[in-house]
């Protein structure tokens, strides 16, 4: 038997050695004809939106949502579970197509590697899709800061609509992790050079027009969307909007290939779409409506994530992307791990990999709440124990009894190490789910509370929260929106993805906490209320190594050190 | 008859109304194999640099380089002239490629339109080549802002290297026009956020990565070009370079794909390789020496274009570029207008639309100067008076007159009213010189003198300056350098294009001037010293009435209001 170190590829080796289909091909299993995609290289492509309506359906896929329990800062594995379960539902005889979220390009320079999945459950080509991909995130910085661009030039040219240098709400964004960038002074050296004021970079993934290109389904929605963007305020505390400045256009046209979905493949030449990625705390954390639908034009079961645990993630895509599109989803994978069971059990990370039944049982109060969250949106589930190399059996099947003791299905899965074969077990459940249910979905909260009203319903319903505090500063800002005819909107809570509290350390199954609302913040154009629970870092950081130091590229064009 | 106003169509209305080959099939013109290219959509491509090793030749193609007369602000139609060109040569029964530079995203939004030719001369598809592209510039732009994030959280991580923030070299780009990014204060806010200090960003067609990727024949050269960029200095003044930082494998990576030379048409379908486009006076002004190269492979004849007049462009086109790729052109094409020559015989900018034969007479001698410089390199020419529509009759005579006294060969073109047919009287001319010379290019200066000596031979042989003044500064640079041994790369005079000397209202063929550096700027990646004569503008703004608020996009994606 050979060792660990001999046998464990890493997932750019694995990546690399992949053998992949012409993306003409992975395209004509999808019943697309040639006029419909648009190549991008020779695996990745387009899917012109257009050919929606070529291929009109009478009975639309079965949508499922892969979420989580609250994660441990390294992550369980969604997108790899995600990825695994499309391909093992392929395997079980099901046209499955996994519709994920692009992964950004500055955070590969800095701590971690892409978020294309892992092992032999992942998306490729993996080095073109963490880093240019088709360029959907080059057009959103590229409009982004047009209109940044157009903002500081209209205060420079007579500042016609009388807006306030010192309450535009607009940034600017790069695709880096920049600290530098976070906090500046722009328009020094003189006149010509524009207004002096504050402001600062966001990463490109932080930019409500990441969030919008994600929530419509064409070219028109779009442009009505980047209208309604709130850009900044006058002298007379009146909101300024895109569409005041005429650019939504221009903008438009800068994002006129980014609103299509990108098609690649996994490893098995599963079809992928991969397409959007905005944040899951100041945005909605789902990869693209346009994908989705896209998706479930082309496919049997169309299998989807959402970001961090459920209390976020999965709480977003029910009550802003599913209401939005009027999707209805048909059940939901509660990804969990031994790792993260023990984590909120009380365990430290160091101690993780050793066996601890006692910290499992303690941390499995975790799972049951998100069992709960996504019940109260009426959509069946299946647990997804996605297996770790540091797993013992007895915590498996300990984890197993547990679920059985609670009437919660539950699948084992290895699909980092087994690809789909590692997910047969859970696609079978989903199956079995999917087809026996006769739950249908509602979002959590209706939109015709108040603003108060939406938050209070999340925090009581989803996070369990004893109350809610407003500061001073959330007051008014409610208050200002009510008046300015915002509250129709649903909210976009920003919290800690560690806890369902508003303290990251607060891990396992708190309660008896409330959560305090430290600011509202309109998202017009995506049509949501950020509310913030606490500091959301939008500009990352590089750290003390960054991965940029080690990453190489050789004679033969091979890239080495990303992953 | 028609009147003007019905049959005269805009640049973009002829392009959309083009009939676009494949991509796939303009490469098979080209004798390139399926594996030999990169498709991006349906009417863009990357050629693989590795297809040169695959189609060996033994003989080179001719290459002609297509410069000006010293221009008037509004431009001479330089561009549209060098695709006319490559459309008559495929017209009379040569296989020519034109080989252009990608012009800058963000001045689409500014005060003009694209840079893609003009008229019934143009490449296609325009509205992508202005926008997007094949996303070269992004990756630039990543690339340049990695490494100026990678600098400053250096400074933030212990500075093991002693770097003076205040001496920093190394800014940030954008491809926008943005005046309130020119100066700025970054790293505000308190600890976590960096370091604080002053800096700026550039467009990025002034970064140094592009001049780098312009100059480079592949990925070692690549790695090997970035390692050698200057960032700063210690604070005991040591340079230091992108290889102390180890970052150069990452900043290769992350420009992977854009090192290959794109592929598109002209509406007469005659192949155009688009590939970079640095600045033409803090750069070198050409298109990449990957796609010359290419292009000089798989044709006959190779039309190619460098910046502004002969003075600026085609110095550094012989001096920087062909030096550096031990080119040899076979031609240069000067591109006079009526227009032109008047503004250099004195005629007010309102008034260049009157005929005035006299004024001709008087700034003929501007084209003059253009033609000893082009004679300087050894290079035959032929004159092309390109037609404007405001041109008489009389006017278009006087000037092929003036040309037959002073034994200049000069060819009517009418490449924007009638593509590659209103080109074919130069096309005839390109070849006869071609083929009838026996003339052997030469740099203008050589290497191994001082960095005076070069500046005073570019001053004296090209501007024909009286004597060179340098201030202290330059002085004090210059000395510097040498002491660093930099003296050996060639000098990148950074001067007004509109006068041979450093003063822009100095027009005509100026005489009795002395030129002034005032600063010299190591570009050590690109290889080369760039020599300020003046301030030079790296970051332009945007207009009171951007062409940004009349952009729109339809719901079927046209575009209007681009051009």
Redesign the interface.
């Known amino acids: 038997m050979k060792s660990e170190t001999e046998i464990v590829k890493s997932d750019i080796e694995i990546a690399q050695a992949a053998r992949l289909l012409p993306i003409g091909e992975i395209a004509e299993k999808l019943g697309l004809r040639e006029e419909d995609i ?5 695996n990745k492509a387009k899917i012109d939106l257009a050919a929606r309506n070529r291929h009109p359906k009478t009975a639309e896929a079965k949508l499922v949502l892969v979420t989580a329990m609250s994660p441990t800062p390294a992550g369980e594995g969604k997108s790899t579970v995600t990825v695994g379960l499309a391909q093992a539902l392929n395997k079980v005889g099901k046209r499955a197509i996994a519709a994920l979220r692009e992964p950004s ?1 500055g955070p590969n ?1 800095g701590l971690k590697g892409g978020a294309a999945g892992g092992g032999y459950s992942q998306v490729v080509p993996m ?1 073109d899709i963490n ?2 991909f088709t ?1 959907d995130f ?2 959103i ?2 409009a982004h ?2 209109l ?3 903002i ?2 209209h205060l ?3 500042n016609a609509l009388n807006l306030d240098p010192a309450r535009v709400v607009w940034r ?1 964004v ?16 003189g006149r ?4 002096t004021r ?1 402001s600062g970079f966001d990463i490109t993934v932080a930019s409500e027009i990441m969030a919008i290109l994600c929530l419509v389904e ?3 929605e779009l ?1 009505e969307a980047l209208g309604k963007i709130l850009i900044g305020y006058t002298y007379d505390k009146q909101p300024i909007y895109v569409r005041d ?3 939504e ?2 903008m ?3 994002l ?2 980014a609103i299509h979905p990108n098609l690649v493949q996994t490893l098995e030449n599963t079809p992928a779409l991969i397409h959007g990625g905005p944040f899951a705390n100041i945005a909605h954390g789902c990869n693209s409506l346009t994908a989705t639908r896209m998706a479930l034009t082309l496919g049997e079961y169309v299998v989807t994530e959402a970001g961090f645990g459920s209390d976020l993630g999965a709480e977003k895509f029910f009550d802003i992307k599913c209401r939005k599109g009027d999707l209805h989803p048909n059940a939901a994978v509660i990804v969990a791990t031994v790792r993260a069971l023990k984590y909120h059990g009380g365990v430290a990370r160091r101690e993780l990999g050793k066996e601890n039944l006692d910290a499992i049982a303690h941390g499995f109060a975790n799972l049951e709440h998100h069992v709960r969250i996504v019940e109260r949106a009426n959509v069946p589930f299946v647990i997804a124990l996605n297996r770790f190399t540091s797993d013992t059996e007895a915590e498996i099947e300990f984890v197993q009894t547990l679920c059985k003791e609670h009437g919660f299905p539950v699948a084992v899965t290895n699909v980092w190490a087994e690809g789909g074969n590692g997910g047969v077990e859970l696609a079978r459940s989903v199956i079995s789910t999917v087809e026996n249910s006769n739950q249908t979905f509602h979002p959590i909260y209706e939109l015709d509370g108040s603003i108060q009203d939406k938050i209070e319903a999340v925090c009581r319903d989803v996070y369990e929260a004893d109350g809610v505090v407003f500061t001073d500063e959330a007051k008014r800002q409610m208050a200002e929106c009510e008046r300015n005819g915002w509250d129709e909107l649903p909210v976009c809570m920003a919290k800690t993805q560690y806890s369902f509290s508003d303290n990251a350390k607060a891990i396992g199954d708190v309660k008896g906490f409330t959560i305090t609302i430290r600011e509202i913040r309109p998202s017009l154009g995506a049509g949501f209320l950020v509310c913030l629970t606490g500091d959301i870092m939008t500009m990352p ?4 190594e ?10 033969d ?1 091979s ?1 080495t ?2 992953f």
């Open positions: 648009i190549p991008y290289g020779r390009l320079f080095e880093l240019h360029g080059h057009a910085t590229t800061n047009l940044a661009a157009v500081d030039n420079y040219q007579g600017r790069l695709d880096m992790n920049d600290r530098a960038l976070r906090q500046i002074v722009i328009g020094l050296g010509t050079n524009g207004v504050e064409d070219l028109k442009k400045l005429h650019v256009g221009a438009a046209a800068v006129k290939d950081g590089l750290p003390k960054p991965t940029a130091l080690k990453i190489d590229i050789h004679e064009g890239i050190g990303l």
